[in-house]
Structures are given as C-alpha cells and as structure tokens.
C-alpha cells in the first residue's frame, strides 16, 4: 500500500483559496492515478479531481473552472488548487492513490469555508 501525506487544508472565508498537498510514499508515475475526494458530514465520500499516470485529468461538475488538479515531479507531490471557495465546499478532503486496481488513503484534511 501507498502512504499518503496530505496537508493544507483550513479555514478560509468565502471566495478564498486554499491549496492542498499530497505527498505519497512511491513516485507519482508509479501510481496509476491519483485523486482528491472529499466527504462532508452525512454526505457519501465524492470524487473532486483525479489526476492518471500519464496526466488526464477529471473534475467534478460542482468544482470544474474553481478547482485544479496538478503534480509536481521534482517535489513528487500532487495538490489541489481550490479558488472561489464556496460553503458548500466544506468537507474532509482525502488524497487517494490508485495501484493495480487497489486504493490506499490518506487521513484527510479539513477545508472549511465560513465567514
């Protein structure tokens, strides 16, 4: 299994920007995909971006033109540039790495957007 390191996440107004980090054991082009998912309180864990190995990228439609999904090969970390912050976007946020048709998951980070 991969371990995840994920980290920036906080508490931003309305319309800010947050970025978060994932950090992963193995080197990103090892990982056949990586991705963010995010889970708010009595709501199922959702996909918001996913990043493959050869670099396609997917977005959720509630986060597509705020939200960009990218990877740094020199720092081997993918992050999550969040702008245009919303309440709605108030959640856990968990870095997932996909290997051979297995997941491994990060501990999550806490992104609230409140004023």
């Known amino acids: 299994q991969v371990q995840l390191v994920e980290s920036g996440g906080g508490l931003v107004q309305p319309g800010g920007s947050l970025r978060l980090s994932c950090l992963p054991s193995?080197?990103?082009?090892?990982?056949?995909?990586m991705g963010w998912y995010r889970q708010a309180p009595g709501k199922q864990r959702e996909l918001v971006a996913s990043?493959?190995?050869?670099?396609?990228?997917t977005y959720a439609d509630s986060v597509k033109g705020r939200f960009t999904i990218s990877r740094s090969i020199v720092k081997n970390t993918v992050y999550l540039q969040m702008n245009s912050l919303k309440p709605e976007d108030t959640a856990l946020y968990y870095c997932?790495?996909?290997?051979?048709?297995?997941?491994?998951w990060g501990q999550g980070t806490q992104v609230t957007v409140s004023s």
């Open positions: 990043i493959t190995s050869g670099g396609i990228t």
């Open positions: 193995d080197s990103i082009f090892s990982i056949d995909a």
């Open positions: 997932d790495a996909k290997t051979g048709g297995l997941d491994s």
